[in-house]
């Protein structure tokens, strides 16, 4: 398998050396635990997010202060929130990440459940750039044309 995903350009980790799906499962395991500072740690000084288009209220933002504004507003809606990765598919400084995410709503104590998909791009081992999508296609478009 990892022989096939190297023939494909993807990804292939060497022994000890740590991989852009390290760097996203140790982000997905801060947000979990609301650990800010470690979330932060892991991204570049220029990152960008871009939250879901089809999302009232959609924004985007750039600079880990901004990002730290974000997930702060997120969990002014959101009591809880807890995010799974489903599917991780690296290839060089780009990934594309299937999420399971899990939220009860602030106040409305109402729960909800989506499958996210993002697309990531790396600089330095770095998160630089985030897109959120709630629909595979735009997600796996963005990953294609970074190609």
């Known amino acids: 398998m990892e022989e096939a ?10 022994p000890g050396r740590e991989t852009n799906s390290d760097v996203i ?6 947000f979990n ?13 220029d990152v960008e997010l871009h939250e879901w288009p089809t999302a009232p209220g959609s924004q985007s ?3 880990p202060d901004q990002i730290q504004a974000a ?11 807890q995010i799974e990765i489903e599917d991780i598919v690296e290839a060089g400084d780009r990934m594309l990440v299937t999420l399971h995410q899990r939220a009860k709503g602030r106040g409305s104590e109402v729960e909800v459940e989506i499958t996210s998909f993002n697309f990531y791009v790396f600089r330095d081992g770095k998160v630089k750039a985030m897109h ?16």
């Open 25 to 30: 499962r140790r982000w997905v395991d801060a």
């Open 71 to 81: 997930v702060d507003s997120w969990f002014e809606v959101w009591d809880w929130m």
């Open 5 to 14: 995903r190297g023939d494909a350009g993807l990804t292939v980790a060497e």
């Open 61 to 63: 933002y750039r600079g």
């Open 33 to 45: 635990r609301r650990d800010i500072d470690s979330l932060i740690a892991q991204l570049d000084p």
């Open 132 to 147: 959120l999508f709630t629909e595979p296609e735009p997600a796996r478009k963005l990953f294609d044309r970074a190609a």
